[in-house]
């Protein structure tokens, strides 16, 4: 869901909607990394959610 803080390949990360590409996707927190495009693949396997940003805004500024 946009807003969800996951960990993917030890990166946390938010999900956002790009309305431009209609899809959501994932920001590095530390802005080290471009977008990526969220697939069902990825989400399920290589992805866990840790978090959201309403709740614990303080996983994003956690370092990688």
């Not at 946009?2 to 996707?25: L, P, R, T, Y």
């Not at 969220?38 to 959201?52: A, D, H, K, P, Y």
Request: hydrophobic share 40%; net charge negative.
């Amino acid at each position: 869901y946009e807003g969800d803080i996951v960990n993917h390949a030890d990166w946390v990360c938010e999900v956002k909607w790009m309305d431009q590409k209609a899809c959501f996707s994932l920001v590095d927190s530390h802005k080290v990394t471009d977008l990526l495009v969220l697939t069902s693949i990825q989400s399920e396997r290589f992805m866990e959610v840790i978090g959201n940003i309403h709740e614990n805004p303080e996983l994003l500024n956690q370092q990688p």
